[in-house]
């Protein structure tokens, strides 16, 4: 038996418990992983509290991201040893995740550890550092490049925002950073930020067009925000769209697109295809300072995962939440 955050559902309501299980508990996959660190998400933590209809299938153990060592493998491209990754796929909503010291999985969805990152520096950037860098990607593909001009990254105190200013300001570019807590500031110009920006200027309905002032945009955001983003987008401008944490609708008009000719590019982790994957794991291993890591990360034990779901899901945590499962398989 073996220690896992496990989701179950009676009478309509779901519940998360620390709790024991067995490798005979464990889903179908041809891949089996001892975890050496989980993180805990903005999406692991609407599905441990049960404020987000995030899992698909019951029980589940959540943790969409994982980093571990090969312990059995039926797939001719792992073996036992081998240092792997995992972010997406649907573990944590129908597939059995990371939050727990086994995890069993499609050999399909894992990639190699990059070098030079340890276990640990891989699960702190996890799916939020994977997906800046996939919105990076996308800026690039689309033309903006640094010295096009500012470039917007709301919910800049997050995961995702947080590696996003990182990589971005490594990179050459000129970043403003949007956050709705001031307190951030000093921590966000330290990633790089040139100009750290009140949330409350995206927040209420703006015009149609706004003055052009960003290149490029990355928005973790959406709602309302996502709308004044693109309003206030310079000819040709692109916005890369990965979230949705103020909301799902977009009250916007057709105007920044056909005055403007703006891109709103839409950035899925999930689901992204293996060779993507390593094209992002390469370049972040290439693009993001390993020494932001101390700023970016606070260390939760797998027994206080649920209690830290609340906090995050209020806004209370800054940056990348590590859950080190069995951190001494790093050293082996």
Known sequence: MYDAILIEKSAGTSHARLTGIDDAQLPSGDVTIRVAYSTLNYKDALAITGKGPVVRNFP??????????????????????????????????????????????????????????????????????????????????????????????????????????????????????????????????????????????????????????????????????????????????????????????????????ILRGITLAGIDSVMCPKAERLEAWGRLARDLDVHHFAELTEEVALADAIATADRLLAGQVRGRIVVPVAPELDGE
């Open 60 to 257: 589940m153990v959540p943790g969409i991201d994982f980093a571990g060592v090969v312990e059995a493998s039926e797939n001719p491209d792992w073996k036992p040893g081998d240092r792997v990754v995992l972010n997406g796929w649907g573990v944590g909503e129908t597939h059995w995740g990371g939050l727990a010291a086994r995890a069993r999985v499609k050999g399909e969805w894992l990639v190699p550890l990059q070098a030079p990152f340890t276990m640990r520096q891989a699960a702190t950037i996890g799916t939020a550092g994977y997906t800046a860098m996939l919105c990076v990607l996308a800026l690039e593909r689309h033309g903006v490049y640094p010295g096009a001009g500012e470039v917007l990254v709301t919910g800049a105190a997050g995961g995702v925002g947080s590696v996003a200013v990182a990589i971005l300001s490594k990179l050459g570019y000129s970043v403003v950073a949007a956050t709705g807590r001031p307190a951030e500031a000093e921590y966000l110009t330290r990633l790089g930020a040139r100009e750290v920006m009140d949330r409350a200027a995206l927040v209420e309905p703006g015009k149609p067009l706004a003055r052009e002032r960003w290149a490029g945009a990355v928005d973790v955001v959406g709602g309302q925000v996502l709308a004044n983003v693109c309003a206030a987008m310079r000819y040709r401008g692109v916005v890369a769209a990965c979230g949705l944490a103020g909301g799902m609708a977009l009250p916007i008009t057709v105007a920044p697109f």
